[in-house]
Every structure is written in C-alpha cells, then in structure tokens.
C-alpha cells in the first residue's frame, strides 16, 4: 500500500516529469532559442531566449495554479473542487484533440516578445491545466480534517506558496529539457535536424490532458 509520503514523492516526480514533457515539445518554444542563437550568432542569445521563455511558462502556470490555491479555504468542497478540475482538464484535452488549430492571437505576437509568447502558447495549449490535478494531489496531503477559519487562511496561505512552487520546479524542468535540445540543435546538431525528426505532439498532447484528468478522477474516487 502506497503510504502518505510515498503518494507525495510521486506527486512530485509528476511535476517534474510533465515539466521535461513540456521542455521537449517543440511548440513550447525551444527551437525560438536555437533560431535567437543563429540570428544573432551569439551563444548568449540562446540563453537569454530560453530564460524568456522560462517567464512566460512560469506566469502561464502561476495564472491557473494560483485561483485553485485560494479554493483550497473551501476543504469541505475539496472532493467537488478536484473533480471539477479533471472534468475541466478531459473537457480542454478533447477540444484540443478536435480542434488543433492555434488561436490566430498567437500569430500577431512578434517573435521579439518571448516571454509573451511563451505565456499565451502555454495558457492556449492548456500547459497549466495539466498541472491543477497534480497540484490538489499535493494540497489533500497537506489538508487538516476538520480546520478553524483561521487554520483555512492559513492554509490557503500555504497552497498559494505550493502554487508557486510547484510552477517554478516545472518550469525550472521545462527549461533544462529544452535547453539541451536548443543548445544540442545550434551548437552540434543544426537545423536540418528539425526537418528529420520533427514530431508533431498536438494529438498526443490533448490525450495526455484527458488522461491525467482521468487519473484524477480514480484519485477522487469517482472511477
């Protein structure tokens, strides 16, 4: 039987592991640090777009995480509330799955303005959805039986912190799996590569939303 810690420790390998997802999908951005690199040939550049990138991925998480971290005041509701977001999540990744076309807002965004960019891509793809079931996962570890009012702020307080920290390590594993490719892509690899092993991820990407929300779901107790 799994224990309490052990549960936790998996909640956050999740973490981690949806940030290495995002960082290897080409849509979040890395090859815009390969192409900043060889516009202005310059190592530097590379860097310097990757950490843009970082954040917009990082306030595009922060976004969705933080109204949830308030929710948690509200642990009578908590079973409703974690429910509710993994029908939010399966209802997003079946609308993205027939409905792969980005919004045309994207494209008026000039490549300039990484950080914006890397915040509109992710909030339009859903990237912070997939972390809101793993984020309550979190916050029912942590949650007290039957708390006073001033024990709920309280604990607000501490899942608006577990927000932030749970955005900051994805984004941190995000960036470090994009980076090694970007950095792989300009300095050995070049872009001929991108035409070879390009794989488009959008189908795959709205089922991994449905699953994860599905895994929340059993995680309620509702499957």
Not at 47 to 71: I, R, S, T
Not at 74 to 82: E, G, K, N, T
Not at 121 to 131: D, K
Not at 153 to 162: D, E, P, R
């Amino acid at each position: 039987m799994l224990t309490a810690g052990g549960w936790n420790a998996g909640l956050w390998l999740a973490v981690v592991v949806s940030g290495l997802y995002h960082g290897t999908n080409p849509g979040m951005g890395w090859p815009l640090a390969v192409s900043a690199g060889l516009f202005e040939r310059r190592s530097a550049a590379v860097f310097k777009a990757l950490a843009l990138l970082g954040v917009g991925h990082l306030a595009a998480m922060a976004v969705v995480l933080l109204p949830f971290g308030l929710l948690t005041m509200l642990i009578a509701w908590s079973r409703q509330i974690q429910v509710t977001a993994a029908v939010l999540v399966i209802g997003f990744g079946i609308f993205l799955f027939f409905n792969r076309r980005h919004p045309r807002v994207l494209a008026r965004i000039p490549p300039t303005k990484l950080a914006l960019w890397s915040f509109a891509i992710a909030v339009a793809h859903g990237a912070g959805l997939m972390l809101v079931p793993i984020y309550l996962g979190l916050c029912t570890t942590t949650q007290p039986a039957d708390p006073g009012h001033e024990a709920a702020i309280v604990l607000a307080s501490n899942s608006l912190i577990l927000a932030l920290a749970v955005a900051a390590v994805h984004t941190a594993a995000m960036i470090a799996a994009g980076g090694v490719i970007a950095w792989s892509v300009y300095r050995y690899l070049g872009l001929q590569v991108l035409s070879k092993l390009w794989i488009n991820l959008d189908a795959f990407w709205a089922l991994s939303l449905v699953a994860i929300g599905l895994l929340d779901l059993y995680a309620a107790g509702y499957a």
